[in-house]
Nanobody
Framework: QVQLVESGGGLVQPGGSLRLSCSAS????????MGWYRQAPGKQRELVAS???????NYADSVKGRFTISRDNAKNTVYLQMNSVEFEDSAVYYC???????????WGQGTQVTVSA
């Protein structure tokens, strides 16, 4: 019953915008730090942005000023607003939920983002 489901990926032109959504179920959402990771072909998975229980955020240097992570605890949903996208942003984007204790992270299935002219 524990599940993260991403949506909102697709094809976008350089300089364009996209909003990813991640809907969580089966967890007490407000107790989890949430994050977005991405993985491009041949590359390691990397943290894009994270948001803690108190709303504090962290971003990879490569996306600072362009991406915004937010959460809506009432909807059990975390978002990634992607603006001014670049070719290097192309990847599969994964939603992540980090429990407060020693349990393993929860991962979504991923959603493809392709930046192409």
């Amino acid at each position: 019953q524990v599940q993260l489901v991403e949506s909102g990926g697709g094809l976008v032109q350089p300089g364009g915008s996209l909003r990813l959504s991640c809907s969580a179920s089966g967890i007490i959402f407000m107790f989890y730090a949430m994050g977005w990771y991405r993985q491009a072909p041949g590359k390691q998975r990397e943290l894009v942005a994270s948001i803690n229980r108190d709303g504090s955020t962290n971003y990879a240097d490569s996306v600072k000023g362009r991406f915004t992570i937010s959460r809506d605890n009432a909807k059990n949903t975390v978002y990634l607003q992607m603006n001014s996208v670049e070719f290097e942003d192309s990847a599969v984007y994964y939603c992540n939920a980090r429990p407060p204790g020693l349990r393993s992270d929860i991962w979504g299935q991923g959603t493809q983002v392709t930046v192409s002219a």
